[in-house]
């Protein structure tokens, strides 16, 4: 989970990786290039602007979630979400608990956003008090497999 929290740190790193692979421009502003492409090299993915062994295995995984998610980046900590739910519906304080490094304004932004694009489903449990459960949709369970790939990367 770490390692995928690193990877989504910045928002252009799947764009910039899956960009690297094509040997194209990513399309960023310069300076968030630059930090995006430090990131990277720190992580053991990019030298030199060239993606490494390693990066070239992450890059085409990146490009396929690219493809499946549409052409915005997700946010920072929505494909963690996704992964995180991927064992199972999940309340939010247990993803809080599952990403210990996330704010829970940054959770709580990242799951109205997967909400709205149709990746997790809120269903509100009967008691007192009330519980919101997350689970992941038809739609982000194929994205699973990819995210678990990742995480191994």
Do not use: C, N
């Not at 740190?9 to 764009?15: E, G, I, M, V």
């Not at 489903?121 to 949709?137: C, I, K, M, N, Q």
């Amino acid at each position: 989970m770490a390692d995928l929290a690193r990877l989504f740190h910045r928002q252009w790193s799947l764009a910039v990786l899956a960009a690297l692979r094509r040997g194209r421009s990513p399309g960023a502003p310069r300076q968030t290039l630059a930090g995006t492409l430090d990131a990277l090299a720190r992580q053991g993915l990019v030298t030199g602007g060239a993606l490494t062994r390693r990066g070239e295995r992450v890059a085409a995984r990146a490009e396929t979630l690219l493809e499946r998610l549409g052409k915005e980046p997700p946010r920072k900590w929505s494909l963690p979400i996704v992964h995180a739910l991927g064992k199972g519906p999940l309340r939010f304080g247990e993803l809080r608990a599952a990403l210990p490094a996330a704010t829970a304004r940054a959770l709580s932004m990242s799951l109205k956003d997967l909400i709205a694009q149709g990746l997790l489903s809120r269903r509100v449990l009967d008691g007192f008090p009330p519980r919101a459960e997350y689970a992941l949709t038809q739609k982000a369970r194929a994205l699973s497999p990819i995210l678990r790939q990742l995480a191994g990367a």
